[in-house]
């Protein structure tokens, strides 16, 4: 896949001012998702494209409305950060006989559709979830088992809920104590993860769980404020890790709170920009690009100089 843009005749050449891409961002929901925001509006400024920026809200709708007025728009190029996997079929069939290249930011679809997708610039969502792993591997090493975990996913059908969540099981295969005991879904959202962590300790004895991994900083957040609320103490009492490393993240890493805090590296924007400019010249390209993300934990002694953008 990847390798040449879906034009069938060579458009013709045009400077940099004159490009349009529309942008379909998924939402709101999290401090890491205005960095996102951010990195592409801020990425496309320095190469001088104009952008047509439209958030999702969260709703596969509304970025579905909002890929189609691009494509109404005759926009060079498309890019946007799907909620979910799968039900974009009949827009990219849209978008590809207009001639319009679409460009996937941060999340994956499934792989059935992506053959409408020109070209993507990925977090790793499945690296993140070995990297959680490793962690928890590395804590419990001295552990007899079993280790009872519990897992707070983000968006339902989201490839990042999916492939953080097989990275992590991935990474614990064939160690037979880790047993995942519940699993809740709460939207990458701080008052979601509030209100599933509380409805959780309802249905499991939140004292016989050892570990959380959360799938976001935000639903982190919200978990640590119900936990608060209890006996039990977060970082000690349950071992946390959550994904992004956001400042607020790295601040309840160092007062103890977190275990371990898996960066998803926000800053998609400069590839998209060189990715569209190649795309958009012809030039040879590959299917897909990644982001490499860092790994911070109780176990590194630098966190107090650990500055972050969001
Ligand atoms: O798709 C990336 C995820 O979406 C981030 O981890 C989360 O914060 C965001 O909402």
Redesign the pocket.
């Known amino acids: 896949l990847g390798g040449c843009a879906p034009r069938q005749k060579a458009a013709p050449a045009k400077s940099a001012p004159s490009i349009v891409i529309g942008f379909s961002q998924l939402g709101q929901?999290?401090s890491?998702?205005q960095r996102n925001t951010d990195s592409v509006l801020t990425a496309a400024a320095d190469a001088r494209y104009r952008v047509l920026y439209r958030n999702g809200d969260s709703s596969q709708e509304q970025q579905i409305k909002q890929i189609r007025s691009f494509i109404i728009s005759r926009v060079d190029a498309i890019v946007f950060a799907p909620i979910v996997e799968t039900g974009w079929t009949a827009v990219l069939k849209e978008a590809r006989a207009a001639g319009i290249p679409v460009i996937l930011d941060?999340?994956n679809i499934a792989p059935a559709e992506r053959k409408y997708i020109t070209s993507a610039v990925f977090?790793d969502a499945v690296g993140e979830g070995q990297k959680a792993a490793a962690f928890v591997k590395k804590k419990f090493t001295n552990h007899q088992g079993p280790v009872r975990m519990v897992q707070i996913y983000?968006n339902k059908d989201s490839s990042?809920s999916v492939g953080r969540s097989r990275g992590f099981t991935e990474g614990l295969a064939g160690d037979g104590r880790f047993q995942t005991v519940a699993t809740e879904y709460g939207d990458?959202m701080i008052s979601k993860g509030e209100e599933v962590i509380r409805q959780l300790a309802q249905k499991v004895d939140l004292h016989t769980i050892d570990v959380i991994f959360s799938?976001?900083?935000?639903m982190t957040l919200g978990i640590l404020k119900y936990l608060k609320t209890t006996d039990i103490k977060p970082g000690k009492d349950i071992v946390i890790v959550s994904?992004?490393a956001t400042q607020e993240g790295i601040d309840a890493l160092r007062r103890g709170e977190i275990n371990a805090d898996i960066e998803?590296n926000p800053e998609t924007g400069p590839k998209l920009m060189n990715l569209i400019n190649l795309v958009l010249n012809q030039q040879s390209f590959a299917s897909s690009y990644y982001l490499e993300d860092q790994v911070f934990s109780e176990f590194d002694t630098h966190l107090a100089t650990v500055k972050r953008r969001y």
Request: charged residues 40%; aromatic residues 12%; proline residues 0%.
């Open positions: 929901e999290s890491w998702r941060d999340r977090t983000g990042v990458f799938h976001n900083d935000d994904i992004d998803c």
